[in-house]
């Protein structure tokens, strides 16, 4: 690994620490719950960062997905197709993700980041540079894509959190 390989290693353990923060001792109803009708709950916010982060690192990677080959789309059982990642979902859609358990959801981001950090063990400063999409002006390289990952899914975390201290008042 480089040195910039291992900021982005931190960087996505600071995500698993979150998420992990976030989802310990609730309820399925606690993780579904919405704060209004048109909110997005914990457990669809956990959801879809992780199914954004496995999406992008197996598209990097050139690999399937942890979602499905680990038999996560199985374990979750929730009604949507299997490449769905939950870009683009509607409110109807967020509340379709209910019964989940805190346990399920850190197993799943866990095999992720675990995933996720092999992956960057064989990446170097020039792998960085390597365009992963070529749909955006410019190409996205896959340095901009690690970065564009850390960032919305540290977003969604930081609203993951933000539901959760609603839910103590």
């Given at each position: 690994m480089t040195a910039s390989t291992d900021l982005l290693v931190d960087a996505f353990g600071r995500i698993r620490e979150v998420v992990e923060e976030v989802v310990t001792g609730l309820s399925p109803d606690e993780l579904s719950t919405q704060p209004d009708d048109d909110a997005n709950s914990i457990g669809w916010l956990v959801w879809h960062l992780t199914r954004i982060q496995d999406d992008h690192v197996a598209g990097a990677a050139d690999t399937e997905q942890i979602w499905t080959s680990g038999?996560?789309?199985?374990?979750?059982?929730?009604?949507?197709?299997?490449?769905?990642?939950?870009?683009?979902?509607?409110?109807?859609?967020?509340?379709?993700?209910?019964?989940?358990?805190?346990?399920?959801?850190?197993?799943?981001h866990e095999a992720v980041h675990d995933n996720t950090v092999q992956f960057l063990a064989g990446v170097?400063?020039?792998?960085?540079?390597?365009?992963?999409?070529?749909?955006?002006?410019?190409?996205v390289t896959l340095g901009v894509r690690l970065i564009s990952v850390i960032a919305d899914d540290l977003q969604h975390a930081g609203q993951a959190a933000y539901v959760r201290g609603m839910l103590g008042r």
């Open positions: 038999g996560w789309y199985e374990r979750f059982d929730l009604p949507f197709a299997a490449d769905a990642t939950g870009y683009g979902h509607s409110s109807k859609d967020v509340a379709a993700v209910r019964d989940l358990s805190a346990q399920l959801l850190t197993d799943y170097g400063d020039k792998d960085l540079k390597r365009i992963v999409d070529r749909v955006w002006t410019p190409p």
